[in-house]
């Protein structure tokens, strides 16, 4: 249920190419290398798992009722961001600063979490007794909110904060097996659909155990005297974060919930079947940042070149990549769709042929995100994120009775764009010029190319044309900037 691709080994080798090391061990090449390849390899487990689990239920539930089960997910979202308010970027950065705080900040933002979760289950029981939906549906989305209740005990920022980042991995791999195996074992038809909820707390709460097992082993018991000032004060700097995710949640799910209260049937399930994989794959790109949030807030104790440095390799890097992801979802979207879902969900191809490429967008924008977040400039970032909601809002308004299912898509890629384009400019205001056509300016001239041999091309097998597309951005990319290939070639191997 939970959430923003790139190397941590190549921009820290490319830095170090460049020249000297940074000042006060900012970006520490060798960990966050090694950070960001557990987080992969943990995640790319997890989503196979995720991925099986929930091409397993689309089929045995059809989109119909995989509708329903995305409508409860959907809405439950929306109460997971409320009990973690930002508490989980804000206590990473803060531990990352501050070593010897590890205990103390925990124990606060478990605190709050808790009281959060109260106050979000309150509220998810209230809307829901107002919704008008069959008593099935307000049955799987009361059952999906006792999850609030186990979200404190997940304890990712600590060791986030402190460069551990395999058991974090771990953790993933734990939760989604163990919510697979649940699922093939438990769920045989459309009246199994509320054990999906059952299974998920179940996984949970496994988690659960082991974070706090894990933390207990490496930081000690979590025996702390309450300060409650300090609770107000994590609290009121979390909150900016928080609500960011929120609007983040609002633009993402949005579409989502407005099928869904506008009558629900297998709209949402075919809208919710090609979002679910862009979703997962997001999740790679959250990763990218939840790692290197941390060297970006250790840039900040030295000179801007480090954070130039990390930035401009960074961007060029990520923009080939998701580049090169949008042009093969894009080209394969029907045959993607139909060996995942079945031929039953033929109505999701378009949808995921747009929303495929959010992850390029999310990764450009989540750059200068991120520094404001790194640079205790939440508020502004806060701000970025409410003017894509905004945008998101008022265009699924305005196009899905127009264009249905594609229009929601375009309307959460364009809402991107909105937020990537503040973002910039806030950092450009407040923390420094970071240029942004240069890094991209040839992945973006090379999947036009693509793009025009897929398109303007006269019709072929799509294997075809797919191929012939990637092949064709691959050329470029061999002709234009060779060394790219060995960049990503470090995601997968332990050079230093």
Known sequence: MYMEIGSGATISREIERMGRPLHNNTLRSPRLAASFAALSGGEMISK?????????????LGPGDFGQLEFALAITFFFTLLVDCGLSGYGAREIAKDGDAVTRFTVHIILIRCLLAVVAFTLLAIGIAIID?????????????VTLFALPGLLPFVFQGRDLMHYVALASVIRWSLFAVGVLLLVQGPSDTWIVALIE???????????????????GSLHQRIDYRFTRSIFHQALPIGASELLWALKIYFATVLLGLLGG???????????RIVISLHTFVWLYFFNLLPSIARCTQGPMKGMHRLMQTSLQVTAWLAVFLGIVGTAFAEPIITLIYGSQYNEAVAVFGALIWLIPLALMSGHFRYALIGYNKQGLEFLSSAYGACANILLNLLLIPSAGLVGAAWALLISEVVIWGFAYCFVRRTITHVPICLPVIHPLVGGAIAAGVLYLLPPVNIWVAGSSA???????????????????????????
């Open 48 to 60: 196979l798992c995720a991925f099986a689990a929930f091409a397993y239920l689309a089929r045995v």
């Open 133 to 145: 939906k069959p008593w099935a549906v307000k049955k799987l989305i009361l059952l999906y909110g």
């Open 201 to 219: 707390i179940a996984a949970l709460g496994c988690v659960v155990v082991f974070y706090v097992g894990v933390f207990w082993h490496y930081f």
């Open 265 to 275: 049937g297998p709209e949402v399930g075919w809208f919710g079947a090609a979002h």
């Open 470 to 496: 990637v092949a064709v951005y691959c050329f470029f990319v061999a002709a234009t900037q060779p060394k790219v290939f060995a960049h990503v070639r470090s995601m997968f191997v332990g050079q230093r």
